[in-house]
């Protein structure tokens, strides 16, 4: 079946740690973007990425950083410099860029601090 | 910066009755998605609504987009225990069309 696939489910992070969240996707799509969801709140925009090599930031990039290498897969590094960390991060994709293509979500990766 | 705001934050009803969320957006969409999440799962897309004044409807759902595309509502007739979950519009603006931006979500609550 085709889909999103984000690993870990679960991960912790001790301090001044980089961590990497991993997204795959099989849907061929080009576009592909990343979310933080807090408890209770909306999704806020991380990095985007309309076409391979290319990326862009979102409302709320700093501490963050990603690379699109593969059509494919889109990781997100939580970097020391991000001092609240602690959320539900989902990655997702659509068809094409220009954001008339409903989004398709992974599962998601629950990030605490150790 | 863009922002779009959902109300209610939250509603609980009893099964059977109808609810409804309001979206709200700063700037004009150039389309309005809903998705729904269930508790402890990811976003999933309802519906993509594009033009002015645009009503489609899905069963017990009717989605409508504002004349002005700023804003958008979501009404559910006779809730059914199925439909707890937290209700999100998004789109992106007309100017800055590969950004996109979720509102605030609604989240329903349905006692049997």
């Known amino acids: 079946d085709g889909g999103i696939t984000q690993s870990p489910k679960y991960l912790f992070r001790k301090e001044g740690q980089n961590v990497t969240l991993s997204c795959e996707q099989n849907l061929n799509h080009d576009a592909m973007y990343w979310y933080r969801q807090d408890p209770g709140q909306g999704l806020r925009l991380i990095y985007y990425?309309?076409?391979?090599?290319?990326?862009q930031k979102g409302d709320i990039a700093e501490g963050y950083s990603v690379s699109r290498e593969k059509k494919e897969s889109f990781p997100l590094t939580v970097t020391s410099a991000q001092k609240n960390p602690t959320a539900f991060y989902l990655c997702?994709?659509?068809?094409?860029?220009?954001?008339?293509?409903?989004?398709?979500f992974g599962d998601g990766t629950r990030l605490s601090i150790l | 910066g863009q922002q779009v705001m959902q109300i209610p934050q939250y509603q609980h009803v009893q099964e059977g009755e109808d609810f409804t969320t309001y979206c709200n957006s700063s700037t004009t969409l150039s389309n309005i998605q809903w998705y729904k999440q269930r508790p402890g799962g990811h976003p999933v897309f309802l519906i993509q609504l594009v033009k002015s004044g645009e009503v489609k409807k899905q069963k017990r759902l009717t989605f409508q987009f504002g004349e002005a595309k700023k804003n958008s509502s979501l009404h559910i007739t006779a809730t059914q225990t199925t439909d707890v979950g937290t209700y999100f519009c998004?789109?992106?603006?007309?100017?800055?069309?590969?950004?996109?931006?979720f509102g605030s979500g609604t989240k329903l609550n349905v006692k049997p």
């Open positions: 997702a994709s659509s068809g094409t860029g220009n954001s008339n293509q409903p989004q398709h």
């Open positions: 998004a789109g992106p603006s007309i100017y800055n069309f590969n950004k996109f931006y």
């Open positions: 990425s309309q076409i391979v090599n290319d990326f």
